[in-house]
């Protein structure tokens, strides 16, 4: 089946430190990977995503993620983490289905705490 | 640009009574529509999406519908709700094509007591 697992609920980090978010992926095909976050009561906001090309990807706020294939993983990295990159962050698939609909399947979220 | 409202922000609402909550887009035409439902703050569970006006797919069984009047506006609906049928409901739209990634609404919290 197609899915995509974040292993870790939680992960707390001290400010400066640099910080990883784990994700794996099991798809059909090529992976179209995303990371979003969501700060309490908002929607989710994209941070970056992973089509095709350079396996280190940047995006929003400073962080990047590294698509890795052999490992079938695709982690969000930042150098340095601030108290404001303390929220929710989901790893995301788009599946591919023949039907040609491919909606985007979430992990469970990792909650990231980082500490002053 | 492309905007997407969703409606109301909270909502509490006795068991038995109906649900209707509203999404619409704004500066795009054709997109494809989803409804999500996070429960406990973590995960979230895809529920509808629709891909045009009248399509609408199912993804999990249970006591709610969705519907697509119009272009860009998406519906979701419940003739009676459950205690079951509480948490936060969120309202996202896509360009067509895997690559696109989704743009979501605010969000609705909702509590049925």
């Known amino acids: 089946a197609q899915s995509v697992a974040q292993p870790e609920d939680q992960v707390n980090v001290a400010e400066g430190n640099p910080l990883t978010v784990k994700c794996t992926y099991s798809?059909?095909?090529?992976?179209?990977l995303f990371w979003y976050v969501q700060y309490p009561n908002r929607g989710l906001q994209f941070l970056l995503k992973y089509i095709t090309g350079d396996n280190l990807v940047k995006g929003s706020y400073g962080f990047e993620a590294e698509f890795n294939k052999s490992q079938t993983s695709f982690h969000l990295k930042k150098p340095s983490a601030l108290v404001s990159d303390s929220a929710l962050y989901f790893c995301?698939?788009?599946?591919?289905?023949?039907?040609?609909?491919?909606?985007?399947?979430f992990g469970k979220g990792t909650r990231l705490s980082v500490i002053a | 640009s492309q905007t997407i409202h969703q409606w109301p922000a909270t909502l509490v609402q006795p068991v038995g009574s109906p649900l209707s909550l509203e999404c619409t887009v704004e500066g795009t035409s054709n997109p494809n529509l989803y409804w999500y439902r996070q429960a406990a703050g973590r995960g979230l569970q895809l529920l509808f999406y629709?891909?045009?006006?009248?399509?609408i797919s199912s993804e999990v069984p249970q006591n709610l519908s969705a519907s697509r009047p119009q272009d860009r506006q998406f519906i979701l609906s419940s003739k009676k709700l459950l205690l079951s049928d509480s948490g936060f409901y969120l309202c996202?739209?896509?360009?067509?094509?895997?690559?696109?990634?989704?743009?979501f609404g605010s969000g609705t919290r909702l509590t049925v007591v």
């Open positions: 798809v059909s095909g090529n992976p179209y």
């Open positions: 996202a739209w896509s360009a067509g094509g895997r690559g696109y990634g989704y743009t």
């Open positions: 995301a698939v788009r599946l591919y289905r023949n039907s040609g609909n491919t909606p985007l399947v």
């Open positions: 629709s891909v045009g006006i009248g399509q």
